[in-house]
């Protein structure tokens, strides 16, 4: 994996103001060997995000097929009950998450249902920072859910590696003290080219000795996590079969990070694609095929490796879709959708509240039933055991799918 340089740039850049003060790190140990504390023990949690990005449509994945108002807004796309994989009170399982409704039915699967936020945003950059920044007001936040979660656990030894993401710089993983690198390809270190070279010797030349020993501090991180990140993927075999492609490489990658106890107790993952204005039906199905066999393959990887215990696979997307499918045989941008939690320590089944078809918003749009941050909460509360309301900055209900 090539640790990505943008994060070392945009780590320096942001800090650079800050730098004129004493740093952070230099009462800490700067001289140290980076990462050469371990980050976690092989009791300790963690928990996988998959980002289902684009906007993945919920009605035709948790479908309500009974629902005659369902059967009547979408003409062109709706499911019907025969070709469904049943669930409880009237609603189906979309076709192609076979493996995941094997999972729900052995308990390892838990669905929360009509998942959104107060005055939903239908801007995929707005929505996304909003569920990363874990905030309705995301402009007025530098950080994340998760960086300022691993902020609170890891104060004290923050140079470690305690996550990664394998999906480019994401805002959730954005902390004040904890590093995440950004890993994606053969785990080695980048060479700049011209373009990168000059942008930091100007960052450099302009900012001083502050500048220039937190970029040389960043880099040897950088180069450290490329280190203990190619180890484990030297090291790492199994039996498993992924189903081709980069998200189900990527989850590959993390279950070899985790079997190597690199470290890391939070992964971060994308996988793509979500945005069905047209063409819902053969799209749709396609992504959470994908969706359903990576992480299927994923977690009898776990299984095989004794590490099923440990993890746990959380996904969200940014909004759900209208009710009313258009004329282009797709959805538009909605907003209340499903999320799926998945692991050996989960309580499965269905919680919370299908949205209401006949009682929409003023847009015409579901209303959520379950706040995200409720999910959030519990996750933080319950699995990686800290206390959600200084990360969430309010106090949420929990649910107890763990």
Not at 254 to 262: H, K, L, N, S, T
Request: net charge negative; aromatic share 8%.
């Amino acid at each position: 994996m090539t640790i990505d340089r943008r994060t070392l740039i945009r780590r320096s850049c942001l800090t650079a103001a800050a730098l004129a003060a004493r740093p952070r790190w230099a009462a800490a140990g700067f001289f140290r060997n980076p990462r050469e504390a371990r980050a976690s023990t092989p009791t300790d949690t963690i928990l996988v995000i998959v980002d289902m990005n684009g906007g993945n449509d919920g009605l035709n994945t948790v479908v309500p097929f009974s629902d005659p108002t369902y059967v009547a807004a979408r003409p062109r796309i709706a499911l019907a009950g025969p070709q469904l994989l049943p669930l409880e009170g009237g609603l189906g399982l979309h076709p192609s998450l076979s493996r995941l409704h094997d999972h729900l039915g052995s308990g390892r699967l838990a669905i929360v249902q009509g998942v959104g936020y107060p005055t939903p945003d239908m801007s995929h950059f707005v929505s996304d920072d909003i569920w990363e920044k874990a905030t309705l007001q995301p402009q007025t936040l530098s950080t994340g859910w998760l960086g300022r979660a691993l902020d609170l656990l890891y104060a004290q030894d923050a140079d470690a590696l305690h996550s990664v993401s394998v999906s480019g710089d994401v805002p959730a993983l954005r902390g004040d003290r904890v590093t995440t690198p950004v890993a994606d390809g053969s785990f080695t270190y980048p060479q700049y080219d011209p373009p990168q070279t000059d942008a930091l010797r100007a960052l450099l030349e302009a900012g001083g000795a502050p500048n220039r020993d937190y970029v040389a501090h960043v880099g040897r991180l950088a180069l450290a996590d490329s280190d203990v990140l190619g180890a484990a993927a030297a090291a790492y075999t199994s039996s498993i079969v992924y189903p081709d492609g980069p998200f189900a490489g990527g989850l590959r990658s993390i279950a070899g990070m985790i079997f190597a106890d690199a470290g890391p107790r939070m992964y971060f993952i994308v996988q793509g694609g979500y945005d069905s204005h047209s063409n819902q039906l053969g799209d749709h199905a396609s992504l959470l095929l994908e969706l359903d066999g990576s992480l299927d393959a994923f977690y009898r990887d776990l299984v095989e490796h004794g590490q099923d215990q440990r993890v746990v696979i959380l996904t969200y997307s940014e909004f759900g879709r209208r009710v009313d499918d258009n004329a282009s045989g797709g959805t538009d941008h909605g907003t209340a959708g499903p999320m799926f939690v998945l692991g050996s320590k989960v309580r499965g089944g269905l919680y919370g509240q299908p949205p209401s078809l006949r009682d929409l918003d003023g847009d015409g749009n579901l209303k959520f039933s379950t706040d995200f941050r409720q999910v959030y909460a519990s996750i933080l509360a319950n699995w990686i055991d800290t206390d959600p309301v200084p990360v969430l900055y309010d106090r949420f209900p929990t649910i107890p799918f763990l």
